[in-house]
T-cell receptor
Framework: AQRVTQPEKLLSVFKGAPVELKCNYS??????LFWYVQYSRQRLQLLLR??SRESIKGFTADLNKGETSFHLKKPFAQEEDSAMYYC???????????FGPGTRLSVLP | DAGVTQSPTHLIKTRGQQVTLRCSPI?????VSWYQQVLGQGPQFIFQ???????GRGNFPDRFSARQFPNYSSELNVNALLLGDSALYLC?????????????FGQGTRLTVV
């Protein structure tokens, strides 16, 4: 069965410090991995996907099939990055996502 | 903002009652998916509909049902409500049911079962 784990419920860093939000998955097929973000009082929105290999708001994530991981990284955290981050796996080429439990990132001034 | 709209935003029901939640997708989007998000957890997939047909179903009991209308809007129905059904119900729409297209989420309906 498909599963996504995010080991940290809460991650606090100081402004300007590097950030790494961990995500591991289990899926026997070829996975599509995503990071979704939810800012305070806003709806869930796509941050980035592994297929596009792009950097959004300074965040990057690399799919490591050997370690079954898709960690989200940013070299210098900003206060506006404080939000809830969800790692998600899409399977069967549909729009059915398996979400992890989420990590709340708090960037301190 | 012509995003995904859900109604109502909040709802309180009693155990055993039935509830209907509504979702209007972004104009031009033909696929709608429903998710349940229990407090402290990530969203969990319930259903996907495309062109009025069910395209996917998550691991939820038969008390949960949904349908999609010709205008692509959708309703999620939950019968015989249990306390454990209390959650945020999210609707997501996308242009197609497959492929490399982005899913856009609504603000959700917060259901409380007492």
């Amino acid at each position: 069965a498909q599963r996504v784990t995010q080991p940290e419920k809460l991650l606090s860093v100081f402004k300007g410090a590097p950030v790494e939000l961990k995500c591991n998955y289990s899926y026997s097929g070829s996975p599509e991995l995503f990071w979704y973000v939810q800012y305070s009082r806003q709806r869930l929105q796509l941050l980035l996907r592994h297929i596009s290999r792009e950097s959004i708001k300074g965040f990057t994530a690399d799919l490591n099939k050997g370690e079954t991981s898709f960690h989200l990284k940013k070299p210098f955290a900003q206060e506006e990055d404080s939000a809830m981050y969800y790692c998600a796996l899409r399977y069967n080429y549909g729009q059915n996502f398996v979400f992890g439990p989420g990590t709340r990132l708090s960037v301190l001034p | 903002d012509a995003g995904v709209t859900q109604s109502p935003t909040h709802l309180i029901k009693t155990r055993g009652q039935q509830v209907t939640l509504r979702c209007s997708p972004i104009s031009g989007h033909k696929s709608v998916s429903w998710y349940q998000q229990v407090l402290g957890q990530g969203p969990q997939f319930i259903f996907q509909y495309y062109e009025k047909e069910e395209r996917g179903r998550g691991n939820f009991p038969d008390r949960f049902s949904a349908r999609q209308f010709p205008n692509y809007s959708s309703e999620l129905n939950v019968n015989a409500l249990l306390l454990g059904d209390s959650a945020l119900y999210l609707c997501a729409s996308s242009p197609t049911p497959t492929g490399n297209t982005e899913a856009f989420f609504g603000q959700g309906t917060r259901l409380t079962v007492v």
